[in-house]
């Protein structure tokens, strides 16, 4: 449970800066090919579902083409207009896009791992040492030997 409240922050920054990117390619490709779908240039199929002639539309698209199904948006948009500025514009969402995001998920782990985990390790290194001079003390003088399946292979004498 903690785990699960300590990514939720990491998450809503995921997502802020993801909805940020895909309404400034939006508003982008509806600047560039708004104009662009109409149905003479898509003959008897009319204008496809996925385009950019209003915002919802578009923000769909963007969405959906980072998701991965950019083929046939691309197509489409290859059809409206020029092939050179449909695959400029969808190859630069692909890449912009997934890199803000893997980048995101590669740098969202909780700042305090590194101080738990070195926390953690300086308490088993101290329990050894512990461990081992105790160890020491009572065959030097001849005591009751301490269980040495406690202790790690190195540490035998």
Known sequence: MKAIARS?????????ILS??????????IKVFGEAYTADKFGKDGVPRWNFNDFWHA???VF?????????????????????????????VLIVGNFIVSNKIKNSKPKCSK?????????????VKYNYLLLINSTANNELLIDQSLFPPKLYL
């Open 115 to 127: 101080t738990i985990r070195f926390k953690q390790t300086l308490s088993r290194h101290r329990l």
């Open 20 to 29: 940020v990117v895909i309404y400034i390619f939006a508003v982008l490709g």
């Open 59 to 61: 923000f769909m698209m």
């Open 64 to 92: 959906r083409v980072l998701c991965g199904e950019w083929i046939e948006p691309l197509w489409d948009c290859m059809r409206a207009t020029s092939a050179a500025k449909a695959t400029l514009f969808f190859l630069t």
């Open 8 to 16: 939720v922050g990491p998450v809503g920054n995921i997502t802020l």
